[in-house]
């Protein structure tokens, strides 16, 4: 197996915060993988009362690199597209729960989240992961966890912010790995 290194906790980490250092699509599959794992520990929890992940940056930050990275190391074997035109993308994940990867950008109000009927894709066995949460502003159920990504010449930087006790215990296992 392939001999993974990421430099996380190097600039900051916290038990609700670290910035990681991406030096190239490698990394991410490698912080991917982690959150793979650490959605893997929580799996009971998730089947009680469900996971959402925001995804923030601008455009080509990597938001959809990472998160099909994570349905990979999450095990999903098809193609994984972006929601850019469909709005979300289902997988079936962990044995029993539903990933929802959805992309927001191309609503003209956040209504469109309600009456689009959204709102049930969230809670009990749903992973969400979200990208352009704010033009879904209100509508959209809390974060868990919010992965900020930021272009750092070729590379990416990852900032890992927990936003309740189920993104503390991810964001734990995620950097638990790397000890
Ligand atoms: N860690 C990394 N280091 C360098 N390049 C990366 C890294 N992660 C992703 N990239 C590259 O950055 C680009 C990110 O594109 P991606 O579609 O994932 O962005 P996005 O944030 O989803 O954009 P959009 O807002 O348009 O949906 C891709 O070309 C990918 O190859
Ligand atoms: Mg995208």
């Known amino acids: 197996m392939r001999q993974q290194t ?3 906790s190097a600039m900051n980490s916290s038990l609700t915060d670290a ?17 793979a ?4 520990v929580l799996r009971e ?5 469900g996971f959402n992940l925001r995804l923030t940056g601008d455009l080509g930050a990597g938001k959809t690199t990472f998160t099909r990275a994570l349905l990979r190391a999450l095990d999903v074997a098809g193609r994984v597209r972006s929601p850019t ?15 929802y990867h959805f992309d927001f950008y191309r609503f003209e109000s956040p209504r469109e989240f309600e009456e689009a009927g959204f709102r049930d894709m ?9 990208e ?16 900020t990504l930021t272009v750092d010449k070729a590379a990416r930087r990852a900032h890992l912010a927990a936003l ?16």
């Open 6 to 8: 990421i430099k996380l």
């Open 19 to 35: 910035v990681v250092f991406l030096a190239d699509e490698t990394q991410t599959e490698a912080i991917a993988q982690r959150f």
């Open 37 to 40: 794992s650490a959605l893997g």
């Open 45 to 49: 929890d998730i089947l009680a009362q």
């Open 85 to 99: 035109f469909e709005l979300v993308e289902e997988y079936d994940v962990l044995d029993g729960c539903v990933f």
């Open 122 to 130: 969230f809670g009990s066995g749903r992973i969400t992961a979200c």
């Open 132 to 147: 352009w949460s704010e033009k879904a502003a209100d509508y959209l159920p809390a974060a868990d966890l919010e992965i």
């Open 164 to 179: 309740s006790d189920a993104g503390k215990k991810v964001l734990n296992e995620v950097l638990g790995h790397a000890a």
